[in-house]
C-alpha cells in the first residue's frame, strides 16, 4: 500500500514556523513526509531537518519522497519524547523550529492491516511501532473490566465505557476476541441503539482510547514538548497540529505555563520562585482549517493548530 498523507493547515505550519535558510528543524510526526516536503523547500540547500517518527513504514517512504534532500535530512525511528537526545545525539544543542501533526496517519487508518481503523476487518493491533509493545488485541482479552473502562473512560472520553468494558469481558469469556469488528460488534451491541443513532460511529472513541493507551500518546507528548520548547533557540518556533481535545488541553496547558512568569503568591513581597517566561503564544485561539481545506480533506475538519516563539531567557526583562 502506498503511503498517503495529506499534510494538514501546510500554508499556516510553514508561515508561523518562518523557516529560514541554514536554520535546523524538527519533524517529530515525520509521516508520509508532507510537511518535511515544504520544510526541505525553505531551508535547502544550507538547512537541516530532522524527521523523527516511530512507524518504520513512514521512515522508508519519507526516504524516497525526500530523495533530492538527502544531504538536508536526518532520519530516525524512534519515539518524538526522546527528541532532546535525538537532536543532541546528532550533535545539535538548539534548533530553529519544531512541528508536531499529532495522532494518526492517514496511511495507518487506511492499511486495514494495521488493525486502527474501525472500518475494516483487520488483526487487533493499533501499534504505532510494530517492532514492540503490546497489541490492542493482547490488552483487549488481558486487561481487567475495571482497567478497560478507566482506559476507554479516560482516552475516549466514552460515557459507556462501564457498559463497553462488560461486554468484553462477557465476549471474552467464550472466545478470545481477534480482530477489529468482532470488537466493533460488542461495542455496538453494548451502546443503546438511541445513543448510536447520533454523533461518530460507536466505536470511534473506544478505537481512539485503545491507540492512544497502547502507543502512550499524551505522556509522550507532555514530556516531548517540554523538552522541545527548551531546545529552540531564541525567536525558535513550535507548532503542534493536534485532533482531539486530550492532545489540544495538554498543548495549551504547557504553552500558557512557558508563557507565565512569576508565579509567587500576590502577597510575596519579593519573587522567590525565579521563574522566567520562556515562550510567546502566537495563537491565542487555535488555527482551524478553511472550508475549502475540508472539502479535499476531511481528515483535516477537527484539526487545531498552536504555536508559540521561543523567548530569549538571558535578557533582562522588559528588553
Not at 462501564?162 to 451491541?189: G, P
Request: proline content about 5%; charged content about 35%; hydrophobic content about 35%.
Amino acid at each position: 500500500m502506498e503511503f498517503e498523507h495529506k499534510p494538514v493547515m501546510l500554508k499556516e505550519v510553514l508561515e508561523l514556523l518562518n523557516c529560514k535558510p541554514e536554520g535546523v528543524y524538527v519533524d517529530c510526526t515525520l509521516g508520509g513526509g508532507g510537511h518535511a516536503e515544504k520544510i526541505c523547500e525553505n531551508i535547502f540547500p544550507d538547512g537541516l531537518l530532522i524527521g523523527i517518527d516511530r512507524d518504520l513504514d513512514s521512515i522508508e517512504a519519507s526516504k524516497k519522497k525526500l530523495e533530492r534532500y538527502k544531504n538536508n535530512i536526518e532520519l530516525v525511528h524512534d519515539n518524538f519524547g526522546n527528541i532532546k537526545k535525538i537532536v543532541n545525539s546528532l550533535g545539535i544543542e538548539k534548533v530553529d523550529g519544531i512541528l508536531y501533526d499529532l495522532g494518526v496517519s492517514s496511511y495507518q487508518l487506511d492499511n486495514p492491516g494495521r488493525g486502527f481503523s474501525y472500518k475494516f476487518d483487520a488483526p487487533l493491533d493499533m501499534r504505532m511501532d510494530q517492532t514492540g509493545g503490546k497489541t490492542a488485541r493482547e490488552l483487549i482479552n488481558e486487561l481487567s473490566k475495571e482497567e478497560l473502562a478507566a482506559i476507554i473512560q479516560r482516552f475516549g472520553e466514552e460515557k459507556w465505557a462501564s457498559r463497553i468494558a462488560k461486554f468484553i469481558v462477557e465476549r471474552r469469556k467464550q472466545r478470545e476476541i481477534k480482530t477489529t469488528q468482532e470488537l466493533v460488534k460488542i461495542i455496538k451491541k453494548a451502546i443503546p441503539i438511541r445513543s448510536r443513532q447520533k454523533g461518530p460511529h460507536p466505536a470511534k472513541r473506544t478505537f481512539q482510547a485503545l491507540r492512544i493507551f497502547i502507543n502512550d500518546e499524551l505522556e509522550c507528548l507532555k514530556q516531548s514538548l517540554y523538552d522541545a520548547i527548551d531546545l529552540l533557540k531564541p525567536k525558535g518556533r513550535i507548532c503542534v497540529i493536534s485532533f482531539h481535545s486530550l492532545e489540544d488541553r495538554i498543548v495549551k496547558k504547557i504553552f500558557l505555563e512557558k508563557e507565565s512568569e512569576c508565579e509567587c503568591p500576590p502577597d510575596f513581597p519579593i519573587c522567590v520562585c525565579d521563574k522566567k517566561k520562556e515562550l510567546e503564544i502566537l495563537t491565542r485561539k487555535p488555527l482551524t482549517p478553511g472550508p475549502n481545506e475540508i472539502k479535499n480533506n476531511a481528515r483535516a475538519r477537527s484539526a487545531k493548530l498552536r504555536a508559540g516563539e521561543k523567548v530569549d531567557c538571558s535578557k533582562p526583562k522588559g528588553e
